[in-house]
């Protein structure tokens, strides 16, 4: 059968399992979008490409699948690039198509000619330049391949207007891909296995941090197998947040800069760390010259450039973390911690129970309120998709993850404006669910012209806007860094309930604790998009706070008084 490049785009897509396409045309790619027309593939129109990139993110995070974004060449590609940056971070597998100049107009800077694989060489797994309409199936085969196979992560193809244009046979292909050099599959040996054993039965204090490679390889109930066997206490990372359930007894919760204190003590405290899935990323570590020191470190990741590339450790294990956590769970005997356990739980205290969500209503609004409520109204069960910032930290912190993928943020890369685009795309992975964009107010202004895609597309999304009239993360370290020199951090916002309006949406304000209820409430009910701006306390901050290159330990605590404050007011 002849077809042309366009049309076999579309073909194999289609023939590939993909359903929706995020994108914006231009002219590089017209023939693309021309042929799109005559093919069953959802397309969602976005209105900037870094939506697209975020939307393409989001659906791959919140489905396991790769998620597809299409631009034109030049701005339109370049347009892309933080969110394929946002991407590899996270080794979210998505596909990145872009329209190129014609093949014989390369190099002469033509209209709207960028180096796109040039630009995008280090932010992505892979990248191609295509210049005839025969490379094109075989390319976006390999391409879907790479992208989630071994660690996932973005792939990026570059298709000159010419190969699109050019007639070409085409047939389904349906071979499995064997590409030469490239391992995605590779297996530890029985005696890194052996080792890692002998570590975790001779240990008195193991604990695991489990990380993004939990939810990425599917390995949760592995995990959780592995943990009651063993009764190993569990620290999560960010994004790995949601691989053990929150209500777990042994899950002790996040780790790292803003992670519950009794967990970096834990890891400062522990004769083993087994890291599975994680990177030891520098908000979980702290200052490395003092970190974890009394631990052997046993680390597991399908990677083989994560092992020794931060923390030097003692068996390194590359493999799929399901397969390796089943041979270390089989291998080990049924065993017991519980001094160890006593001691964190300890440490631990009642500062959990007296944390400020669970004062009693006072005048002041806290972010810790407003999410500590959509949890219990949403009854844990929504997929949260967040922003950069401290309400990102807040939704971390007070939404309790008690499931895989449910938890959609932006984690090595901390890009501001990703939660309203990945929110869409992880509608169209999850039609039914609800779905809750916690966001600050700046994030929010940096994509919000998506909250129009929302409304041409008909798409339900509940969106709570965390305003504090601050850049607050960055407030917060110059409050507590540079002597309280609000350099370029207040800022103003539109009237949200308007600009929700202005797209035809509903839009809530919220100022005191007792209207979150109802407003919550309403969002639910309603079926379109809603955006409820809750303007929270202006210079509140996240706690606890390990300051960047300190020792775990070195923790910022909620000052006493503040919370005697709080108490006071509500009594007044
Ligand atoms: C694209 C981008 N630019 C700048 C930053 C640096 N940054 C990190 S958090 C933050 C403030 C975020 O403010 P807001 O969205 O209001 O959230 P808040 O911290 O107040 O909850 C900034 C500017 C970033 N992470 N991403
Ligand atoms: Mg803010």
């Not at 050099?181 to 001779?202: F, K, N, Q, T």
């Not at 790995?240 to 834990?266: D, K, Q, S, Y």
């Not at 501001?416 to 992975?429: N, S």
Request: aromatic share 6%.
């Amino acid at each position: 059968m002849k077809l042309t490049g366009a049309q076999i785009i579309w073909e194999v897509l289609a023939a590939q399992g993909v359903e929706v396409v995020f994108g914006y045309p231009g002219g590089a790619i017209l023939p693309a979008y021309d042929a799109m027309l005559d093919y069953p593939v959802r397309h969602v129109l976005v209105r900037h490409e870094q939506g697209a990139a975020h939307m393409a993110d989001g659906f791959a995070r919140a489905s396991g699948k790769v998620g597809v974004a299409m631009a034109t060449s030049g701005p339109g590609a370049t347009n892309l690039v933080t969110g394929i940056a946002t991407a590899m971070m996270d080794s979210s597998p998505i596909l990145c198509i872009t329209g190129q100049v014609g093949s014989a107009a390369i190099g002469s800077d033509a209209f709207q000619e960028t180096d796109v694989t040039g630009v995008t060489l280090p932010i992505t797994k892979h990248n191609y330049l295509i210049t005839q309409a025969e490379e094109i199936a075989p390319a976006i085969r390999e391409a879907l391949y790479i992208a989630q196979s071994g660690r996932p992560g973005p792939v990026l193809l570059d298709i000159t207007k010419d190969a699109q244009n050019a007639s070409t046979s085409y047939q389904l292909e349906d071979e499995p891909i064997r590409l030469p050099g490239y391992r995605p599959d590779l297996r530890a040996l029985p005696e890194e296995y052996d080792r890692a054993v002998e570590l975790i039965r001779s240990a008195e204090r193991p604990l695991i941090l489990a990380g993004h490679g939990v939810l990425m390889s599917g390995a949760m109930t592995e995990l959780q197998d592995f943990v009651d066997k063993a009764q190993i206490p569990v620290a999560l990372t960010l994004l790995g947040l949601g691989g053990i359930p929150a209500r777990h007894p042994l899950n002790l919760g996040m780790m790292g800069m803003h992670g519950e204190a009794w967990v970096n003590t834990a890891i400062q405290e522990a004769d083993l760390l087994i890291a599975l899935g994680m990177r030891f990323d520098d908000r979980v570590t702290g200052n490395l010259d003092t970190y974890a020191l009394g631990a052997k470190k046993i680390h597991v990741d399908i990677d083989p450039s994560e092992i020794n590339k931060v923390v030097k450790v003692d068996v390194g294990i590359v493999a799929d973390l399901c397969e390796a956590i089943n041979i270390l769970c089989t291998n080990i005997p049924a065993m017991t911690h519980d001094g160890w356990v006593e001691f964190i739980n300890e440490v631990k205290g009642d500062s959990a129970v007296r944390d400020i969500q669970n004062l009693p209503d006072s005048v002041h609004l806290y972010a810790a309120h407003v999410i500590h409520d959509i949890w219990r109204f949403t009854e844990g069960e929504a997929l949260v998709v967040t922003d950069v910032g401290q309400h990102q930290m807040w939704a971390a912190q007070y939404y309790k993850h008690d499931y895989a993928r449910n938890l959609i943020t932006s984690g090595g890369l901390g890009t501001m404006g990703f939660a309203l685009p990945a929110a869409i795309g992880a509608r169209f992975a999850r039609p039914e669910e609800e779905i809750w964009v916690i966001a600050g107010d700046g994030g929010i202004q940096m994509t919000q012209a998506e909250l129009c895609t929302c409304a041409q597309e008909d798409i339900k999304l509940n969106i709570a806007i965390i305003n504090n009239g601050y850049l607050g993360m960055v407030r917060q370290w110059q409050e507590f860094f540079y002597d309280r020199r609000y350099a370029a951090t207040p800022l103003r916002s539109p009237d949200f309930v308007k600009l929700a309006d202005a797209h035809g949406l509903e839009g809530f304000r919220v100022q005191s604790r007792s209207e979150i209820e109802k407003t919550v409430r309403q969002a639910q009910k309603s079926p379109g998009t809603v955006v409820i701006d809750f303007q929270v306390e202006k210079e509140d901050s996240v706690y606890p706070m390990v300051p960047a290159g300190a020792d775990l330990a070195t923790m910022i605590r909620r000052p006493e008084n503040e919370v005697k404050t709080v108490i006071r007011d509500q009594q007044e």
